[in-house]
């Protein structure tokens, strides 16, 4: 179970591989699911349609990992509510990196908004290690947008004081702490 989220008490809304799920933990039955994977595509981390959800009150959103877009769905219905995509070819090298075009690494909900972790566009040397942080509000109309030197790894957000906090595994003694 992957990035669970609880809406209202009771309701757990959570991804396993390659779906989104909602259930009911007081009546113990599933009210909803959907398969994000190609009907017949195998079932590996190396999957187009691999990525990572997050989930507030009213919206979820998945990234996803090899592909340049973001699915966001109304957390009632679980129906798609709009698609972003953006430019770039999904492009998998299993046994070398350096041919996989990556996308988003990384996504969290707060109660207004998503902050998506994306690597950066110019695949350079100079920008090989760079990732720059999308903004949505619970509609994926953009906010804002900031690029990073050292990139947030596992991360929250502290909307109210207007800063983000995470840790990144290459700088293992630090706990970063970046202004909005």
């Not at 709009?82 to 690494?105: A, C, E, F, M, W």
Request: overall charge positive; proline content about 4%.
């Amino acid at each position: 179970m992957n990035k669970p989220y609880i809406k209202g008490d009771t309701i757990l809304i959570y991804s396993t591989l390659f779906n989104i799920k909602k259930y009911d933990l007081a009546h113990k039955r599933l009210l909803g699911e959907v398969y994000l994977r190609e009907p017949g595509s195998e079932n590996s981390t190396f999957n187009p349609d691999m990525g990572y959800l997050a989930a507030n009150d009213t919206s979820a959103v998945y990234v996803y990992n090899y592909k340049n877009r973001i699915d966001l769905f109304d957390c009632e219905t679980l129906k798609l509510k709009k698609s972003i995509i953006g430019p770039g070819q999904v492009k998998i090298g299993r046994l070398d990196s350096r041919h996989t075009n990556y996308y988003y690494v990384n996504v969290v909900a707060t109660r207004s908004r998503f902050y998506a972790v994306k690597e950066a566009k110019n695949k350079s040397p100079e920008n090989k290690h760079k990732y720059t942080l999308q903004v949505f509000d619970n509609h994926g109309n953009p906010v804002v947008e900031y690029a990073f030197d050292i990139p947030p790894g596992t991360f929250t957000v502290d909307e109210l004081r207007g800063y983000i906090y995470s840790f990144n595994g290459n700088y293992q003694d630090y706990l970063l702490r970046y202004k909005l």
